[in-house]
């Protein structure tokens, strides 16, 4: 079975950091670009950081200069590396995934997977 599980979540004062893991999985043969959202309550879920498979990362407008993503392909792991944090990026993240894994009957299946989410608290 191929999953993503996050961890890294937690309380933290407004100024203070933290870091997500999200490690995938599995048979898993190949990983496509992986992505952090988050959700507040309330509110859609949007999108705050991606970096494909090479390495190249892109980040939403509010995270610049705070957030890193980062990924070790070796581990099938990508991690985002939270800093200055602000009460507003209060929110549970999630990460998500398109990748190739080999199945039971050793075919090569697609599948987009998510994880089950990390809550982040900033308190102000």
């Known amino acids: 079975q191929v999953q993503l599980v996050e961890s890294g979540g937690g309380l933290v004062q407004s100024g203070g950091s933290l870091r997500l893991s999200c490690a995938a999985s599995g048979t898993i043969f190949s990983i496509n670009a992986m992505v952090w959202y988050r959700q507040a309550p309330g509110k859609e879920r949007e999108l705050v950081a991606t970096i494909t498979s090479g390495s190249s990362a892109n980040y939403a407008d509010s995270v610049k200069g705070r957030f890193t993503i980062s990924r070790n392909n070796a581990k099938n792991t990508v991690y985002l590396q ?39 608290t900033v308190s102000s």
């Open 82 to 120: 939270m800093n200055s944090l602000k009460p507003e990026d209060t929110a549970v993240y999630y990460c998500n995934t398109e990748l190739y894994y080999i199945d039971y009957a050793r075919a090569y299946r697609y599948l987009e997977v998510w994880g089950q989410g990390t809550l982040v």
